[in-house]
């Protein structure tokens, strides 16, 4: 089974960019799907982004739609996540999720998540 990290979070300014990135290690990385949510303090897990197993097809929440970025190399075993025009509404942890179904925007769906990684947009 895959085991992922996620790395790249730290403290940016408002209007700034950051670029996550989520490791995968185990298990053949090309059979998952992947995903991005995000969790505030005292807020549920969002949505952030999706991408299907070859990379051929990307979802977007609608908080995020035109300022972020998913994107995956399966030679690499690694899928990123391209945060540019942030905003303070932004701050969360964000983690990175695989499932072997395809990709959804559902939080149940996926089996397998990372740490997290914090991400501070400050004002």
């Known amino acids: 089974q895959v085991q992922l990290v996620e790395s790249g979070g730290g403290l940016v300014q408002a209007g700034g960019s950051l670029r996550l990135s989520c490791s995968a290690s185990?298990?053949?990385?090309?059979?998952?799907?992947m995903c991005w949510f995000r969790q505030a303090p005292g807020k549920e897990r969002e949505f952030v982004a999706a991408?299907?197993?070859?990379?051929?097809?990307?979802g977007y929440g609608d908080s995020v739609t035109g300022r972020f970025t998913i994107a995956r190399d399966n030679a690499k075993k690694t899928v990123t996540l391209q945060l540019t025009s942030l905003q303070p509404e932004d701050t969360a942890v964000y983690y990175c999720?695989?499932?072997?179904?395809?990709?959804?925007?559902?939080?149940?769906?996926?089996?397998?998540w990372g740490q997290g990684t914090q991400v501070t947009v400050s004002s």
């Open positions: 999720a695989a499932t072997t179904q395809y990709y959804s925007r559902s939080h149940s769906q996926y089996g397998y």
């Open positions: 991408i299907s197993r070859t990379g051929g097809a990307t």
């Open positions: 185990g298990g053949t990385f090309s059979a998952y799907a």
